[in-house]
């Protein structure tokens, strides 16, 4: 069944540093992987996404790649700021429509 | 106007009361959905209307009820909700529903308390 898999649930990283979020999906017809953020008591907004046509996808600090053939793809954040402590969520696209959500991570960023 | 605009942004009713939660877009998307979220888990997908029609429902109890007026409107009546209920209600649209087109926007959400 349709099922996207994200890892770790929580990680905790010092200003600066680089942080890394892995999902994993399970259809292989989806060709659309969006990421979202979403702050406490906020609606999730999108950072960004990618579709299966590319391999990888900067903005700023913010970048995605994804490898169709092993079904993985990963939101790299650089330089992480206290303010880029939110939950994100990882979303592959399903037949349907329907967007398939990852657990969530949950992304603290100590001053 | 990028906008997915909910409302209300907050909700008490009681398990005997009938409230309505509505969203309203106006970017044209064709495709309208319902989530559900409770704390720290990720949306999970009630409803979703393409072209006004209702083309998902995730098996969803018929205390919930939706509706779709207009291609620019999507309502969600509620009726006789446990506590268990309780959470953050999303609305979200995309330009069309099926595959290459599920950027979705989200709104920021009705906080509905039952009790």
């Known amino acids: 069944g349709e099922n996207v898999e994200q890892h770790p649930s929580t990680l905790s990283v010092q200003e600066g540093d680089s942080a890394v979020i892995k999902c994993t999906y399970s259809?292989?017809?989806?060709?659309?992987f969006p990421w979202y953020k979403q702050e406490l008591g906020k609606r999730p907004q999108l950072i960004i996404d990618?579709?299966?046509?590319?391999g990888e996808k900067k903005d700023q600090r913010i970048a995605v790649t994804l490898n169709k053939t092993a079904k993985h793809f990963s939101l790299h954040i650089t330089e992480t700021q206290p303010e880029d402590s939110a939950v994100y969520f990882c979303?592959?696209?399903?037949?349907?429509?329907?967007?398939?959500f990852g657990q969530g991570t949950t992304l603290q960023v100590k001053p | 106007d990028t906008e997915v605009t909910q409302t209300p942004k907050h909700l008490v009713m009681g398990m005997t009361n009938k409230k309505s939660l509505k969203c309203e877009q106006h970017?044209?998307?064709?495709?309208m959905y319902w989530y559900k979220q409770k704390a720290k888990k990720p949306p999970e997908l009630m409803f979703v209307?393409?072209?006004?029609?209702?083309?998902i429902n995730e098996s969803v109890p018929s205390r919930f009820s939706p509706e779709c007026p207009n291609s620019s409107l999507l309502n969600l009546h509620l009726h006789a909700l446990q506590p268990e209920d309780s959470a953050l209600y999303l609305c979200?649209?995309?330009?069309?529903?099926?595959?290459?087109?599920?950027?979705?926007?989200f709104g920021q959400g009705t906080r509905l308390t039952v009790v």
């Open positions: 979200a649209s995309s330009q069309a529903q099926g595959m290459g087109n599920t950027e979705a926007f």
């Open positions: 259809d292989s017809a989806s060709n659309y």
């Open positions: 990618i579709r299966s046509n590319v």
């Open positions: 979303a592959a696209n399903h037949y349907t429509g329907k967007l398939i």
């Open positions: 970017m044209g998307h064709r495709a």
């Open positions: 209307y393409s072209y006004e029609k209702l083309s």
